[in-house]
């Protein structure tokens, strides 16, 4: 990826951030329950939210792949920072990018989609499970085992 493709890469990812803010809030339900859940980050003292599969089950289809697009993106535009200077992908003990990138290689949206309704479908108990969680055992993982 070029500096001018990071770039837009960025500014794309910047405008889906701003256009999430800017929505209107989820009914009061369903906000009670988003801000409940939160871990502490692993830098700082910093508060960062976790995303559930309740989350999931509560958001619309754009709202979704809109999730999915952010994720994919972080990941891109953190390869292509680590690529930068010419170095290979850290090692998973310092990052798990090249891992996640891995695992999603070749993967289309609409299958990770697809396999997070059916997640919630056939497993209705576990809506506090994190979205990361499922989409690491359920694509990640089985990739990397390969």
Known sequence: MHDKTLRFAIGVFSLLLLS?????APMAP????????EVPAMTGQAVVPLVTMGHWKESKPNERYAFLV??????EIEKEWQLKS???????KQSLTGSWVRG?????????????NRYVVEHPGDLER?????????????????
Not at 104 to 116: N, R, S
Not at 131 to 146: C, D, G, I, N, T
């Open 20 to 24: 999430i803010f800017l929505a209107p």
């Open 30 to 37: 369903a906000q009670d329950f988003a801000y409940r859940r």
């Open 70 to 75: 952010g994720l994919v993106t972080m990941l």
């Open 86 to 92: 010419g170095k290979k992908l850290m090692p998973m």
């Open 104 to 116: 999603f290689e070749d993967l289309p949206l609409k299958e990770m989609y697809d396999g997070l």
């Open 130 to 146: 994190p979205v990361a969680e499922v989409l690491w055992f359920s694509f990640v993982q089985p990739k990397l085992a390969k």
